[in-house]
């Protein structure tokens, strides 16, 4: 078996700056992926989740050569949650923030371990089955857990989702490390931002990242989180427990490739933009040419 992977990142339709932030890493010890979530309210985002994600692969570079995969992404994070701060204090945004998943894959490929602080996500796609192996850190979720009934979304329902957990706000950071997650040849792993997740629904993810290779399916995840009306920054990695022969080509499904739509799109509004110019240059000379005359019949008469 072997790991083969791809990520995007994209700040979406509606943001004008993507705070989203996205890294890999390895060594003899395996393979560290991680995705931060620059929380949009907070001054500072952007550089709250690249600083996190950096400081977060060297930590647990360092971490793993002593300690256990769960203790070493604790600490990762832990140490990331250390230098946003020192960066906030620096810069003077002293609400910058960020979320924060991690998924580490040892080069035995025996095992996955995943961490994470607020409400980016991790899920495993299995055959036809998708499971969300992180729990978000929010009141919603924690309603959920307790087995109320709450509307995802709607009126009032917007300070249920806002995030109880990252890096940056406070001196200790409460990290959830999953337990081991046995690997399969052919499981799928997808990290994400929440501009994904608000976007597109578990079965939409399943069928994506389930029928094409990780290359292809970052493409369609952000095409149609941006079909959809891209509220958000979008960061995708999609990682593969692949065989030696590991699929290099999208599956024969019939599956709605948004990529292809969103470029006929942008083809359609380039031609329409060339049109109304065009039909805008004509209107011009029209009135240019009808100016000339007048004055020319105004020149004539005096």
């Known amino acids: 078996m072997e790991i083969v992977f791809a990520q995007a990142s994209d700040k979406g339709i509606s943001r004008q700056e993507n705070q989203d932030a996205m890294g890999t890493f390895s060594g003899p010890w395996g393979r560290l992926f991680v995705v931060c979530d620059g929380l949009g309210g907070h001054a500072g985002g952007a550089i709250a989740s ?35 701060r020192a960066a906030a204090q620096k810069s003077g945004l002293v609400e910058m923030a960020t979320t924060c998943v991690a998924l580490f894959i040892p080069t035995d490929l025996q095992h996955a371990y995943a961490a994470h602080a607020g409400d980016s996500r991790i899920y495993r796609i299995r055959g036809q089955e998708i499971a969300q192996i992180t729990r978000d850190h929010t009141e919603y979720q924690r309603r959920l857990d307790a087995g109320e009934s709450v509307p995802e979304r709607g009126p009032g329902t917007e300070l249920l989702h806002l995030v ?23 499981d799928v792993y997808l990290l994400c931002s929440d501009g994904l997740t608000t976007m597109l629904d578990d079965e939409d993810i399943r069928r994506y990242v389930g029928e094409l290779p990780p290359s292809s399916a970052v493409v369609e995840l952000v095409g149609l989180a941006n079909a959809r009306g891209g509220y958000d920054n979008i960061t995708v990695q999609v990682v593969e427990i692949a065989s030696a022969l590991h699929r290099d080509a999208p599956s024969e499904s019939g599956l709605v490739r ?11 509004r380039a031609r ?8 805008r ?21 005096v």
Request: aromatic share 6%; glycine share 4%.
């Open 272 to 279: 329409q933009q060339r049109i109304r110019k065009r039909q």
């Open 258 to 268: 948004i990529s292809d739509l969103l470029a006929e799109h942008q083809d359609f």
């Open 281 to 301: 240059l004509f209107v011009t000379a029209v009135v240019v040419v009808c100016v000339w005359i007048l004055l020319a019949c105004v020149w004539a008469a």
């Open 164 to 186: 109880e957990r990252s890096l940056g706000p406070s001196p200790e950071l409460d990290v959830s490390v999953s337990e081991p997650l046995p690997l399969r040849e052919g």
């Open 50 to 84: 690249r600083v996190a994600v950096q400081r977060i692969g060297a930590a647990f570079a360092e971490a793993i050569a002593s300690a256990l995969p769960a203790a070493a992404l604790e600490a990762a994070l832990v140490s990331g949650n250390q230098a946003v």
